[in-house]
C-alpha cells in the first residue's frame, strides 16, 4: 500500500517565498519516493483561489476564512483560525484518509494537526522551519521576552512536545528543540537544499537584460530575496560608498521585494546613490535565473538575532549551486552552510564596514575564484541536493506507520 501523507502548510504556491520553495521540493521528492501527498493551506494563504486548487500539477485544499467582529482581533484572530483550520483539515482527512499528518511552522497550523490526529489516530511529524515568536519580534508585532512573545514560546513548547515526530530545517533549531525538552532522537535534521538540475554552473550573464538594467561594464554586488528587516540590506547600501571609492564601476542589484523595500529606497536617496542601486521589484520565479547571471558577488548581510542565529536561509545555497561568489554576516544560520574562505567569506555581522572589506577583499582575489565557485557548487551537489535531504523522512515515515503501510522502496539518490 502506498503511503499517504497530508501536509499542512502556512501558504503554497502560487504564493513565492522561501517557504513555498521549500514546500514544493519536499513535495516533489516525497512524490519520487513514491508515496502520495496531499495539501492543505490554513487561511493565512491569501491569494484567491476556491476551496480547491491546481497549481503546478498540485492538488491544494485551501482553508476559506475570513475573520469578522472580535475574531479579527489577536489573541481570537488566532484562536479561530486554528478553529477553522482544524475545521477543514477534518473533513479532508475523513475525504483522503492520510497515514500520517505533516504540519509545518508554524504552531498554528501544528495544533490543529495534533488535535485531528489525535481524534482521528493518525500520527502527526511538525516541522519546524522557524519559531513563530522569533519572526514576530522581526516584524514588530511582538518584543522578545515580552507576554506575547512568552506565551507563543510556550505553545510551541506544547506542539513540540506532543508531536509523534519533529523534523526542522537546520542543527540549530534542532539544539533550540532538545533545550526545551524534547529528546534527540525524536528530532530529524531534513537541511534546506538545491534542486541542482535546476541551477547551471557558469551561467553567462544576460546580455540583453543587462542593458535594460544599466548595468553595462559594472562590477555587480546583488541580493535576490525577500527584503525583511533580519536580512539586513541597509548595510549592505552603507558599504555601497566604501566599495565604489575602490571600485567606482560598482553597482547594487535588489531583486525582489518586501517590507523593508521603501526604507532602502530612501536609504538610497538620502545618501546620493540613486545612480548606483537598481531595484527590480519582485519577477517570476521562472526569470530569477536571468538576474543571477548578472551579479558578480552576492551579499547576504544578515543581522544578529536568534532567528538568524538558528534557521538557515536558502539563497546561499542557490548562489553557491550556479558557481556565484558570496559574502555573509558570520551568523549561526550562515556559519551551518558557508565554509568562510572555502565556499564564500564571512564577515562580523551588524559591521557596514567590514562588509565593504570582504567585498573589495574578494573583488581583489580574482585567483581565488575558480576554486572558491567549484567548492560551493560541490558542497551543494554532495551534501545539499532536495533529493539527499528529503530521503531522510523515510526512516521516520517508516517507523510511524510501520503498523498501517508498507512503504515502497526507496530509490538511489546522489
Not at 3 to 17: A, T, Y
Not at 290 to 318: G, I, N, Q
Amino acid at each position: 500500500m502506498t503511503l499517504r501523507v497530508l501536509h499542512v502548510l502556512d501558504h503554497s504556491i502560487p504564493l513565492q517565498s522561501g517557504y513555498t520553495f521549500r514546500t514544493r521540493a519536499i513535495l516533489r521528492e516525497q512524490r519520487r519516493l513514491g508515496w502520495e501527498t496531499f495539501h492543505l493551506t490554513s487561511p493565512k494563504h491569501t491569494a484567491d483561489s476556491g476551496p480547491e486548487q491546481d497549481v503546478d500539477g498540485l492538488h491544494f485544499y485551501r482553508t476559506l476564512w475570513r475573520p469578522q467582529g472580535l475574531a479579527a482581533r489577536p489573541p481570537w484572530r488566532e484562536i479561530a483560525l486554528m478553529r477553522a483550520t482544524a475545521r477543514r483539515l477534518a473533513e479532508v482527512a475523513e475525504r483522503v484518509r492520510p497515514h500520517l499528518i505533516h504540519a509545518h511552522s508554524p504552531v498554528l497550523n501544528a495544533l490543529p494537526a495534533l488535535r485531528v490526529g489525535r481524534r482521528l489516530s493518525i500520527p502527526v511529524v511538525y516541522e519546524v522551519r522557524a519559531f513563530w515568536e522569533d519572526a514576530a519580534v522581526d516584524h514588530g508585532t511582538s518584543a522578545e521576552g515580552g507576554l506575547r512573545y512568552r506565551a507563543t514560546r510556550a505553545l510551541e513548547t506544547y506542539a513540540l512536545k506532543r508531536a509523534d515526530h519533529v523534523t526542522t530545517i537546520c542543527d540549530g533549531l534542532k539544539a533550540d528543540i532538545v533545550a526545551r525538552g524534547v529528546p534527540p532522537a525524536r528530532v530529524t535534521v531534513i537541511p534546506n537544499a538545491v534542486d541542482i538540475a535546476e541551477f547551471r554552473f557558469g551561467l553567462p550573464a544576460d546580455e540583453r537584460l543587462k542593458r535594460e538594467l544599466g548595468l553595462e561594464g559594472a562590477t555587480v554586488i546583488g541580493f535576490i530575496g525577500s527584503f525583511y528587516a533580519y536580512e539586513g540590506l541597509d548595510l549592505l547600501v552603507q558599504a555601497l560608498p566604501q566599495v565604489l571609492a575602490r571600485r567606482a564601476e560598482a553597482r547594487l542589484l535588489l531583486v525582489g521585494g518586501g517590507p523593508q523595500e521603501q526604507a532602502l529606497r530612501a536609504a538610497v536617496r538620502d545618501a546620493g546613490l540613486q545612480e548606483k542601486v537598481v531595484f527590480t521589484g519582485r519577477v517570476p520565479h521562472a526569470q530569477v535565473q536571468r538576474y543571477y547571471s548578472l551579479v558578480d558577488v552576492f551579499a547576504y548581510p544578515r543581522r544578529a538575532m536568534r532567528l538568524t542565529e538558528t534557521v538557515t536561509p536558502l539563497k546561499p545555497l542557490e548562489a553557491m549551486a550556479q558557481g556565484k561568489l558570496l559574502v555573509a554576516s558570520d551568523v549561526g544560520g550562515h556559519r551551518e552552510m558557508i565554509r568562510d574562505g572555502e565556499t564564500g567569506m564571512l564577515f562580523p555581522a551588524g559591521s557596514a564596514e567590514a562588509l565593504a572589506q570582504s567585498i573589495l577583499r574578494l573583488l581583489d582575489e580574482r585567483e581565488r575564484w575558480p576554486q572558491i565557485r567549484a567548492n560551493g557548487r560541490r558542497f551543494v551537489e554532495e551534501e545539499r541536493n532536495w533529493a539527499r535531504s528529503v530521503a531522510r523522512y523515510a526512516p521516520v515515515f517508516e517507523r510511524l506507520t510501520a503498523t498501517s503501510v508498507t512503504i515502497a522502496p526507496r530509490a538511489a539518490h546522489p
